[in-house]
């Protein structure tokens, strides 16, 4: 498009002159195309406009000015800027940047303002200046529960595969990929840095490499429930980690997490996994019956007409024969966790 605009050798088709030092360039989309997509197009129609062809736009706009009903196209337009001859007359930029209530037009960026650089810097490292101070909790067995968190994120990412095959029947597919992504930065995260035995600062350290590789809704709603639970823990009186300590503190994040997300038991969420293991793990101590729980109330959600989710408008009849994917990746993180140790 562009070596037809400017084409000096083309005289048929190359029929515009760039005889002015300033130049406007408009990107204009023709009704079908995503805010998303023209950002993309107008930054390659700048960049190739700057490197083929020598011109700096002085303005840029970029919008639905003109369609062609909901056409998935876009056109270019170059202006030259030049002196109108209009004595008193304002100048086009002045035109061009003047306010307006148009609700089709789209204010012009300066190229102050785009070729502007980012002064910004990263001094140090983003997880050492959210450091975490010490707290009075202590895991006591530290390389138990290191190995026992190896193995429930181990067992999150075999199960990929069927938290998948779920997810792509009831729907977007992305799921099980999504949860493996999560587990595996994890891992390598606990390779880097093993847990140091301070229940606080320890699952702190995992916040921010949940909340930068795992996506969609899951992944928002384990960085809150987690970002809950480190306050919740340091909210413990000190000593160790007994189970019932972890329930208290994980009822407690179930209760902040239900500020943020109406979901609950039954609506065939991932929640339905979460809360019979807090509610199971405070009753008896016992990961292991807690993980069953887990187990059986996310196998439970197969056939369970959903209330929140994708599920709700793409699942079709899919979830009369799969679990909720969510609800049955966090069973199989829990079921993991207990491994065979029985407690």
């Known amino acids: 498009m562009l070596a037809q605009l400017l084409d000096a050798d083309d005289p048929d088709r190359g029929f515009l002159r760039v005889d002015s030092k300033q130049v406007v360039l408009l990107v204009n989309n023709l009704g079908g195309v995503s805010v998303l997509e023209m950002g993309g197009i107008t930054a390659e129609v700048v960049a190739q406009l700057r490197h083929r062809h020598g011109i700096r736009p002085v303005r840029v706009l970029s919008g639905t000015f003109m369609t062609s009903l909901n056409g998935p196209g876009f056109s270019v337009s170059l202006l030259n800027v030049v002196d109108t001859g209009i004595q008193g007359a304002p100048g086009m930029l002045e035109l061009l940047d003047a306010p307006s209530e148009v609700t089709g037009w789209s204010a012009p960026i300066s190229a102050a303002a785009w070729d502007s650089p980012s002064t910004a810097t990263r001094e140090d490292d983003a997880v050492a200046a959210q450091a975490v ?21 181990e067992n999150v990412v075999a199960a990929e595969p069927e938290i998948t095959r779920y997810d792509t029947a009831v729907g977007d597919g992305d799921c099980g990929i999504g949860l493996k992504r999560g587990a595996q930065a994890i891992l390598r995260h606990l390779e880097e840095k093993p847990l140091t035995g301070d229940a606080v600062v320890d699952v702190a350290s995992i916040v921010p490499v949940v909340e930068n590789t795992m996506d969609g809704t899951s992944g928002a709603l384990y960085a809150i429930f987690l970002n809950a639970l480190v306050h919740a823990l340091r909210a413990s009186s000190s000593g160790t980690t007994s189970p019932q300590v972890w329930a208290s503190a994980l009822q407690r994040s179930c209760d902040a997490l239900g500020k943020y997300t109406p979901a609950r038991p039954g609506d065939r969420t991932l929640v339905d996994a979460l809360y019979p293991f807090v509610e199971v793990l405070g009753r008896t101590g016992s990961v292991n019956e807690a993980a069953q729980a887990a187990k059986k109330a996310a196998d439970e959600t197969k056939g369970m007409q959903a209330s929140l989710g994708r599920t709700v408008y793409v699942g079709g009849s899919g979830y009369e024969q799969v679990p909720d994917p969510g609800a049955w990746g966090l069973a199989c993180f829990f079921t993991g966790l207990a491994g065979s140790a029985g407690q």
């Open 133 to 153: 101070q010490p707290s009075d909790l202590k895991i006591e067995d530290v390389a138990g529960a290191q190995s026992a968190l190896k193995r429930a994120l």
